[in-house]
């Protein structure tokens, strides 16, 4: 029968406190409370998972009942049959519980009447109750008496990984040790030893990424080195990456400088690139996090290369990489990206979701498109007629993206691009009053390095002076700059002939107003005027209500609405008077 396999996790279990990896302290701390006879009747071991904490406890227990000395030792023999009894865990005396298999209340009075019996072999018995927090609240309150005044020879050890659900009258009757995550170095060298012991043929940098990978847990880290020795030799980073699914480190750093460079066209092939050979986008992204997370690191603090997780021979790549951005749009970036890894996590559309990310760092200050698209050959274009026609491939000129954010330095008189510029003007007024008067009585005339004109209606100009500042600083947040204003009168005068008038007696906000005419405009715009200067009741901001009779015609009604419409109020209908 062929002997069964020993992991390397099991074959290299620490059997003394000073093999005991990463937890020099608490390997102190124990080996002198064996040495000074200081035992406490209870411990609790906190802490990651695959940092010790099973493990320190079966060597407490060995060490206070090793056989081959006659009192507790910091070394034992682990020869012994109780040595050996304990390490295979069948020892009478040393009893390890599984909490997520013993979670009731009986089953800690179980434990609890066993306890009051002396010790069949050992010196000292030993109760190991892992993952002690999926223990109820019962069982808890059952095992408080015990813990506090234990039977004599009795020790109790509970470890958990989330010490936070442990009642804090079980804490407090503990002594607590919280075992650390292990550093990287202490993991890299540790499976450098155990690479050397086993003759596996593994490069320097896959035993960096194995140690990464791990995230301090070196249970996870020698697990993953056997599964790497069953591949040919030599093991190198892409064998890693290929098992982990992780994107190598130097196709890592050629997507980043995609990124630096502003290449959006390379970014979008290398992701797709990455994802079809069946790469995780999270683990993509992750990826692009940690390499923008070492650029600021070397930026602000070059000297520390330890802080990073880069490795050796592509320090001078990330360096190079560093020195064509700057540390403001480093920051920047991370801080889009904090939270698009829960968004990422929960997208229906991964692959999606992630081009999108990381487009988006490619913002409209960072990145200018061509002007000029080409249209290919049969594109079917639209004409003022609506008819479709085909067009033979031409370069079509596209308007600038917020070309007005950069400033305007030079004189502009064209008719198109001063509307467009009036619209963004308009646009940035969340009034809607305010931004349909300057719409209908006020454009745009001129632009020049030191002065903006605009023409306005002369019934309006008092109107539009009370609202300077709110247009002042629209035209400085589109222009980007500070700008004379200058308003220009232009009389407005209509042919009575041509524009029907129509005397309505109003009262606005209780006040009796009779002398307010509406004007009707016949042309195609529909634009209603005031013959009346109200320029106190546009300003004061408060709502208006228009009060008028209801017996008009159909004409002056619409015209009612529409003036109400305008000043953001209402009409009020006359109770006295007869609904038509």
Not at 18 to 44: F, H, K, W
Not at 89 to 94: P, R, T
Not at 126 to 138: G, R, W
Not at 310 to 332: H, M
Request: contains cysteine; neutral net charge; charged residues 20%.
């Amino acid at each position: 029968m062929n002997q069964v396999y020993d992991p390397l996790h099991h074959k290299y279990r620490p059997q003394r406190f000073d093999q005991l990896v990463g937890q020099e302290t608490i390997a102190t701390i124990l080996s002198n409370a064996i040495l000074y006879n200081r035992i406490a009747p209870a411990y609790l071991f906190s802490g990651p998972h695959g940092t010790g904490k099973t493990s320190s406890a079966r060597i407490l227990a060995r060490s206070l009942n090793c056989l081959v000395h006659d009192k507790a030792t910091t070394i034992p023999c682990g020869t012994c049959e109780l040595c050996i009894s304990i390490a295979l865990g069948n020892a009478l005396d040393v009893i390890e519980i599984d909490a997520a298999s013993n979670t009731g209340v009986d089953n800690i009075r179980s434990v609890i009447e066993k306890s009051r019996f002396y010790p069949v072999q050992a010196r000292w018995k030993v109760y190991v109750i892992d993952e002690c927090h999926m223990l109820s609240t019962s069982a808890f309150n059952a095992l408080l008496k015990t813990l506090e005044e234990p039977p004599p020879r009795v020790i109790f050890i509970l470890a958990t990984t989330t010490p936070y659900r442990i009642p804090p009258t079980i804490i407090s009757r503990c002594q607590r040790f919280d075992f650390h995550c292990i550093s990287l170095s202490i993991i890299r060298d540790h499976l450098r030893f155990i690479a050397q012991s086993e003759k596996i043929d593994i490069t320097s940098q896959a035993l960096q990424l194995v140690s990464q990978t791990a995230q301090g847990s070196l249970r996870d880290a020698e697990s993953l080195l056997d599964q790497l020795s069953l591949l040919p030799s030599p093991i190198g980073i892409n064998a890693v990456s290929n098992l982990l699914g992780i994107v190598p480190e130097v196709e890592m750093l050629d997507f980043v400088s995609s990124l630096v460079t502003l290449k959006p066209l390379v970014i979008l092939e290398t992701c797709r690139s990455l994802l079809d050979r069946g790469r995780e986008a999270i683990s993509l992204l992750t990826g692009v996090t940690a390499i923008l997370r070492d650029m600021i690191i070397l930026t602000v603090a070059p000297e520390r290369p330890e802080l990073t997780s880069i490795s050796d021979e592509s320090w001078s790549r990330l360096i190079a990489l560093t020195n064509e951005t700057s540390l403001q749009r480093l920051l920047k970036w991370q801080n889009q990206l904090k939270s698009s890894e829960v968004d990422l996590r929960q997208s229906a559309q991964p692959r999606l979701r992630l081009e999108v990310i990381l487009l988006s760092l490619l913002t409209e200050v960072d990145y200018q498109p061509s002007h000029t698209t080409k249209l290919p050959y049969g594109l079917k274009q639209k004409t003022k007629n609506s008819k479709a026609v085909n067009i033979d491939p031409i370069l079509v000129t596209e308007s600038p993206v917020s070309s007005f954010k950069q400033g305007v330095s030079e004189i502009i008189n064209n008719a198109q691009e001063l509307s467009r510029l009036w619209n963004e003007i308009l646009a940035t007024f969340d009034l809607p009053s305010t931004r349909l008067l300057l719409a209908q009585q006020a454009h745009l005339v001129q632009v020049d390095g030191s002065k903006v004109t605009i023409k306005v209606s002369e019934n309006w100009i008092a109107t539009l002076r009370s609202r300077l500042p709110l247009l002042e600083n629209a035209i400085q947040n589109v222009l980007n700059t500070p700008k004379e204003l200058v308003l220009i009168s232009v009389n407005s005068k209509l042919k009575s002939q041509s524009i029907p008038q129509y005397s309505v007696p109003f009262v606005i906000n209780d006040v009796s107003v009779p002398n307010i005419s509406l004007v009707h405009n016949n042309s195609n715009q529909n634009t209603g005027f005031l013959a009346l200067s109200i320029n106190d009741i546009i300003s004061s901001g408060s709502p208006i209500k228009f009060k008028g009779s209801s017996n008009l015609r159909p004409k002056q009604d619409e015209e009612l609405k529409s003036l109400a419409n305008f000043f953001n109020g209402e009409i009020i209908l006359d109770p006295d008077e007869e609904i038509s």
